[in-house]
């Protein structure tokens, strides 16, 4: 027997992800319903029209006449990263089976919104088949602009049961990404005008509502409205049929709804339309009354313009809620008590984004310190993307600059939200803010100032050399640190990035001088609490792994790893493992390199599925190292690999893999973007081993292409960065695609043509380790020049696939050719290896596709 408390969890899940409620009087559009069903023929329907056009009431009439389950999914821009998109989904879903223990398991693992779509896909292998028919509904999908879902989301969709339908509801054209949904755009797509009311429609509905027209009276209702169903339905309860002195629906509006409202009615709905959705609770604290739900009810069944989402959570349509907020500008009562209410009732509901945006609203500044403090401290993520996604939908309009000067702790927000999304100007325009208010940022709260010393710390302008000398004007405000470090309480200290070297910020400064890592002790190592004795072992083995001192690196990092417990975070353990593998990988250690892999996979998939993205762009890059296309191709159909022109700055290691991505395969052009948008990065960024790896790629990137005087220009530069330091690891990693820009380099450093601060030393050593690895690793010079020659394939071989084609085994084709079976063998293998493939579908495939055999 399931306890009350269970039946009522039920119960809401069932009620949360019904479908709205259509009005008390609506046209049933029986050509639009035989529409829809025409649709359903293909399991994705797309419903694109502005608003207004009757998407959601002809999707809602649709389903009452289908007879399918649904799940209506409302979304909004709060709702614009994975993790909240794919919590809504997954919820969703499993409101159909609220008693499947499989899936409800997967949807309350912490580790959900670390990779919410691989735990979607795992959630839907877990729907129990039933014989029923269901609906999907994603409504207001246009609010939505996060490129990962919309790659992410088709793979989803197509998971779905063969009982699911799926309606994407959006006042956009057809997404790119969604095209290869549609078997037939022609049926799958429902567009305005088969939303459109005909004149036969109007006169139906006009009828209905005990209004009788003549066809000419239908014919310029069609007219006037367009023939749109808000407008429709805007005329039809006015009566009025002569065109409007201005538009349509403010016109219906002011004189039809608003004007036969009392006052306290009048009041209701513009102290509500302050915010965009509300349950009776928040209507009441607004509003000040305690009947609420029943204005609400009421309002929602007369269809006057609002709708109930699901249970008690409503929304005005947003054309009236337009027409509202014009009529706020022009109130008697400030809004600013409005707003305050507002932040109050979300700051109850530990929704410290909304809350601290409502008291922005306020006006009230002085007000906002204990809001800030909370959405800085309270909302806590390890997971750096989900951290920068949930910071990104706060950040959906602009502060006021008024706010920055009564409250100087906005400053430190401002800049760790630019400083993740790589936003230097702005980043650099807050941190400068920042030092000028040290002492008004300590007035307001202390602990702020332990937050400013963290955004100092990744400051690009000033060496971690000289921070460590001015980390007292900062020390000085602080009562007390956090006992735990706070910069692997409040986010992730490594950002989530594979090396701990470059992870937050470049430490390479640190390798300039060799009591370093001690001069860091009383100071920002305080920021890392447990995390700091392995890391102030571990940063000097990066340096020497930097430096090809192999030998020494893999004993570093064995200290290191003999000074970790279980209290660590789960990131440093997994920059730790990165790096020993990186070093037994270029020792040729394969064996031990196997293991240390197997148990990474094995670490991520159980304890850090947030580092999912990187890990699998540290598995293609070594891929990528011996030339494999496949591995590049894989990498591009990746969901969270999305085209950009910015680099985001936890994202770094992937773009990395992106760039060498395109390089294998050819396509230059978004090779040649990448690798330079790379290198400004670097530069920008003070991170020295970013602007030398952009640079080896980006000079072996112009050598290719004959460019070979600029090539050598960008190699001296990145060179000359990553010298001071010793390092030369990053540049040699290019092994065959670097080493004749480097020889060239050499040659003339000897012609004395050189008159930069390269030693020829460090350049051979740069160049013998490239050769080195040359020897190991085929690399990305031998895939394209892989792609430049074009297969030929024997008579025999293509016969051989040929036959394969049509169905034939071995045993079989030795009989039609009287060859024997080894021969067959040995020329399919050949012909395996020209195409590159290893198996027999896969052979077929590409041979038709290079048109070689038919």
Not at 601 to 627: I, R, S
Request: overall charge negative; charged content about 25%; glycine content about 4%.
């Amino acid at each position: 027997m399931k306890s009350q408390e269970e039946r009522s969890e039920l119960l809401f899940l069932n009620e949360k992800f019904a479908p709205a409620m259509l009005p008390e009087i609506y046209a049933p559009r029986q050509k639009l319903m035989e529409r829809f069903e025409e649709a359903t023929k293909n399991p994705f329907i797309y419903v694109g029209a502005p608003a207004g056009s009757g998407k959601t009431v002809s999707t809602r009439l649709w389903l009452d006449t289908c007879g399918r389950r649904a799940v209506w999914i409302g979304l909004d821009q709060y709702d614009d990263t994975l993790a909240v998109f794919y919590k809504q989904l997954a919820t969703g879903l499993f409101s159909l089976q609220p008693a499947n223990e499989n899936m409800k398991k997967i949807l309350s693992s912490p580790s959900f919104s670390a990779s919410p779509v691989e735990h979607t896909i795992r959630l839907l292998s877990e729907f129990a088949w039933e014989d029923e028919q269901y609906a999907l509904i994603l409504d207001d999908m246009h609010l939505l602009k996060n490129r990962e879902i919309f790659k992410s989301l088709p793979a989803v969709l197509r998971r779905l049961p063969h009982a699911f339908v799926t309606l994407i509801l959006s006042r956009s054209r057809l997404p790119e990404e969604f095209r290869a949904l549609m078997k037939d755009p022609s049926q799958s797509l429902i567009l305005p005008e088969d939303l459109r009311f005909t004149r036969e429609e109007i006169h139906r509905y006009f009828n209905s509502l005990g209004r009788f027209l003549t066809p000419e009276e239908s014919s310029f209702a069609y007219q006037v409205t367009e023939g749109w169903a808000l407008g429709v339905n805007a005329v039809a309860k006015s009566g009025q049929l002569a065109p409007s002195s201005g538009n349509i629906f403010t016109d219906y509006f002011e004189t039809h709804i608003w004007n036969t409202w009392d006052r306290g009615l009048q009041d209701f709905c513009l102290r509500t339309a302050v915010v965009d959705e509300f349950n009776p609770q928040l209507a009441a604290a607004l509003s000040g009354r305690e009947d609420t739900a029943s204005i609400l009810e009421e309002l929602s069944r007369t269809n006057t313009f609002l709708s109930c989402l699901h249970e008690d959570v409503y929304r005005y349509h947003h054309l009236f809620l337009d027409f509202l907020r014009e009529k706020l500008q022009a109130w008697e009562m400030a809004l600013s008590d409005l707003y305050k209410t507002a932040a109050n009732y979300y700051k109850e509901q530990q929704d410290y984004s909304r809350a601290l945006r409502f008291w922005l609203d306020s006006g009230d500044y002085k007000g906002i310190d204990s809001f800030l403090y909370l959405f800085l401290f309270e909302n806590n993520r390890g997971i750096i993307s989900e951290y920068v996604d949930f910071l990104r939908t706060f950040f959906v309009r602009d502060f006021p600059e008024k706010a920055f000067d009564v409250s100087p702790p906005l400053h430190i927000l401002f800049a760790w939200y630019t400083y993740l999304t790589s936003q230097r100007e702005e980043f650099e325009r807050h941190m400068d803010a920042v030092y000028r208010n040290l002492p008004r940022i300590a007035l307001a709260d202390s602990r702020f100032m332990e937050y400013a010393i963290l955004a100092y710390s990744v400051d690009h302008r000033t060496s971690i050399l000289t921070k460590i000398k001015k980390f007292q004007s900062f020390g000085r405000y602080v009562k007390r640190f956090t006992p735990e470090g706070l910069a692997t309480n409040i986010a992730s200290f490594t950002h989530n990035l594979p090396y701990m070297h470059r992870s937050n910020l470049d430490y390479s400064d640190l390798a300039l001088e060799e009591d370093s890592m001690e001069r860091l002790e009383g100071n920002f190592a305080m920021l890392l609490g447990d995390e700091w004795p392995y890391i102030k072992t571990g940063i000097p083995a990066c340096f020497a792994y930097e430096r090809n001192q192999l030998q020494q690196a893999l004993s570093g990092i064995e200290g290191a790893r003999a000074l970790m417990s279980d209290r660590n975070k789960i990131e440093g353990r997994l920059c730790v493992e990165i790096l020993r593998h990186s070093i037994l990988w270029q020792m040729g250690r394969q064996r031990e390199a196997e293991d240390v892999m197997a148990q990474l996979a094995v670490t991520v998939e159980a304890e850090a599925q947030f580092f999912h993205a990187n890990f699998k762009a540290y598995q293609t890059k070594l891929q990528l190292m011996d030339g494999d296309r496949e591995a590049a191709k894989s990498w591009l159909d990746q969901y969270f690999v999305v085209e950009t022109d910015h680099i985001e700055f936890f994202k770094v290691f992937q773009h990395f893999t992106t760039a060498r991505a395109y390089m294998i395969l050819g396509k230059k052009e978004q090779a040649l973007r990448y690798l330079q948008t790379l290198l400004r990065f670097g530069e920008e960024f003070n991170r020295p081993l970013d602007t030398g790896e952009a640079g080896a790629l980006l000079a072996a990137f112009y050598w290719a292409q004959g460019e070979k005087e600029q090539a050598l220009d960008v190699l001296q530069k990145a060179l000359e960065t990553l010298q001071p330091y010793g390092f030369f690891r990053c540049v040699a990693d290019e092994g065959a695609l670097v080493l004749p820009v480097l020889k060239r380099l050499l040659k003339k450093m000897e012609k004395g043509a050189y008159e930069g601060p390269l030693t020829r030393a460090y350049v051979n050593e740069a160049a013998l380790a490239a050769h080195s690895f040359s020897k190991s690793h085929k690399g990305i010079a031998w895939a394209s020049a892989q792609k430049e020659k074009p297969v030929r394939l024997s008579r025999q071989q293509a016969h051989m696939l040929s036959l394969l084609a049509q169905g034939y085994r071995n045993a079989e084709i030795a009989e039609l050719t009287g060859l024997k079976i080894p021969t067959i063998k040995s020329h399919t293998s050949i012909a395996y290896r020209k195409l590159g493939v290893n198996n027999a579908m896969d052979a077929v495939l590409k041979a038709r596709e290079l048109g070689l055999i038919e």
